[in-house]
């Protein structure tokens, strides 16, 4: 088995927009009992993963925030732990530490984690400079600082490796034939209302999502085992026609119109694989041939 016997009760420190916790007992169905390596590239609040606690996996994003985040969370929690117990909650402190930029890796880790635990809604959006612009939160005693959770955490992604990369290059440069990859994206746009997706200061374009598609059926054909979570519209569903496709229902209360908060439909998309022994070895056979030939003659 690839999943490990460590603490059972890690979970998501981070708040997080489109966040799958929800969604786990479903998605559990879905994925493999036998893979080599868990590849997340849009690894968001991590859900899944800490739900999984593969023994090793690649979890990447292009946010360099959260990456730097999730690498002092493994690395020195305890130094996280410490400086986010002293963050008082008031919207004076909000702004001022909204307002820095920390140039000390811990202390980012920490402004990220107090900002994500005391914004409006838990968002986390930037402008087009990659400034972080959420306006306060208004809540009855929020916890800041959640050790044990965070303690677990560190625990859950001591073996993870953590990459600060785009999709493409994730998915191009280190998957291999016979791992999990979970694909949850910025979602495909179904109201003029959600446009909650600008987690860096780059947009996920509608190209980006066919893009996307492609590389999950070209993974999948190599002997990847891919699950994909997206919107549940015309657009996606055709896309990725021919996958299976699950119709599944989520509570999602982030959204400019109230009136459009609530229970949504969104598709989980199941791309085919190779399922036998036989098929993976023979793929990552070549896949190791072909990355040989490539480092041989200077290619990436």
């Known amino acids: 088995m690839v999943i490990s016997h460590t603490i059972r009760n890690a979970s998501p420190f981070l708040k997080w927009a489109g966040g799958k916790t929800q969604l786990l007992p479903t998605l559990l169905n879905y994925v493999p009992t036998h893979f080599h390596t868990y590849i997340e590239p849009f690894l968001g609040g991590g859900a899944l993963f800490f739900e999984l606690q593969p023994v090793k996996a690649i979890l990447a994003d292009s946010n360099p925030e959260l990456i730097n985040c999730y690498t002092m969370v493994r690395d020195r929690v305890e130094d996280v732990i410490k400086v986010l117990s002293d963050y008082p909650y008031s919207e004076e402190f909000y702004y001022a530490i909204r307002a820095e930029r920390p140039r000390d890796p811990v202390m980012r880790a920490a402004r990220m984690i107090y900002l994500n635990r005391t914004c409006y809604n838990g968002l986390y959006r930037v402008n087009k400079q990659g400034q972080f612009n959420v306006p306060f939160g208004r809540y009855t005693n929020p916890v800041i600082c959640d050790p044990e959770r965070l303690r677990a955490g560190s625990y859950a992604l001591r073996n993870a490796e953590l990459r600060c990369v785009d999709y493409q290059e994730m998915l191009c440069k280190y998957v291999k034939p016979g791992d999990f990859v979970y694909l ?38 190599q002997g990847c085992y891919v699950l994909v979570s997206n919107s549940y519209c015309d657009f996606i569903l055709d896309i990725y026609e021919g996958c299976e496709i699950v119709e599944v229902a989520a509570k999602r209360n982030i959204n400019k119109d109230p009136e459009k908060r609530g229970e949504v439909k969104e598709a989980l998309i199941v791309c085919k694989h190779y399922s036998t022994h036989h098929q993976i070895t023979h793929q990552l056979a070549l896949w190791e041939a072909s990355r040989e030939s490539s480092l041989q003659f200077g290619k990436p």
């Open 184 to 221: 949850d994206p910025p979602y495909h746009l179904v109201s003029k209302y959600s446009d909650f997706k600008r987690y860096t200061a780059e947009f996920f374009y509608i190209d980006d999502q066919r893009i996307l598609a492609k590389m999950a059926r070209e993974l999948a054909a």
